[in-house]
């Protein structure tokens, strides 16, 4: 079945900087990479998701891209600010597969004033 | 916004009592779906459920856990004889359609047993 790592397992960044974080994933039948912040005692909320038809999507300071050769995915966030502080889990999922989610282990993202 | 609700939000067992865990999908979705999160681990995926059965299930999910979609709005994970390590939190999810990949969550429910 799939695997997903995501590394680093925690990121400090100065509020203004960039973060990336970054994920492998094993099954190449996955064919859709969400990416998923989570606020303390919270649901996982959707910021961003990819295709494996595309190489690079961008949303505002949220950008994501996936090199399906090395089966490989990353997250960008630019000009952080505090409240991008929460936990990242990127996943992986074919959509042949009743759209079931295999999660990385969770990046854990503070962003420092 | 239409959202996933769960409920209860805490719920506290004795080990060894059955416990049921309600979601309400959002009401157009087809596809539904229940995660479990230990704390301070990733999120797992449990069972997935379309067309009023069981698409397909993870190693965790063996015969201690059972879902049922009762009236077409609610989906419930029941979990027929809880253990210690079965404290955590459920989500449930659902998503629109096949074609329409986002999976919406729910706020979750914390399930502590004690």
């Known amino acids: 079945g799939e695997n997903v790592e995501q590394h680093p397992s925690t990121l400090s960044v100065q509020e203004g900087d960039s973060a990336v974080i970054k994920c492998t994933y094993s099954?190449?039948?996955?064919?859709?990479f969400p990416w998923y912040k989570q606020e303390l005692g919270k649901r996982p909320q959707l910021i961003i998701d990819?295709?494996?038809?595309?190489g690079e999507k961008k949303d505002q300071r949220i950008a994501v891209t996936l090199n399906k050769t090395a089966k490989h995915f990353s997250l960008h966030i630019t000009e952080t600010q505090p409240e991008d502080s929460a936990v990242y889990f990127c996943?992986?999922?074919?959509?042949?597969?009743?759209?079931?989610?295999?999660f990385g282990a969770g990046t854990q993202v503070v962003v420092t004033p | 916004e239409p959202e996933v609700t769960q409920t209860p939000s805490h719920q506290v067992t004795q080990m060894g009592q059955e416990v049921i865990l309600r979601c309400v999908p959002i009401?157009?979705?087809?596809?539904f779906y229940w995660y479990r999160q230990i704390l301070g681990q990733k999120v797992e995926f449990l069972v997935s459920?379309?067309?009023?059965?069981?698409?397909?299930k993870s190693e965790i999910f063996d015969d201690q856990f059972s879902v049922e979609r009762p009236d077409g709005s609610n989906f419930t994970l029941k979990i027929r004889s809880t253990k210690l390590e079965d404290s955590a939190m459920y989500f449930c999810?659902?998503?629109?359609?096949?074609?329409?990949?986002?999976?919406?969550f729910g706020q979750g429910t914390r399930l502590t047993v004690v």
């Open positions: 459920f379309y067309n009023n059965e069981i698409s397909e």
């Open positions: 999810a659902s998503r629109l359609s096949y074609l329409n990949t986002e999976a919406f």
């Open positions: 009401s157009n979705h087809l596809y």
């Open positions: 990819i295709r494996s038809n595309v």
């Open positions: 099954d190449s039948a996955s064919n859709y």
């Open positions: 996943a992986a999922c074919s959509t042949d597969s009743w759209g079931k989610l295999q």
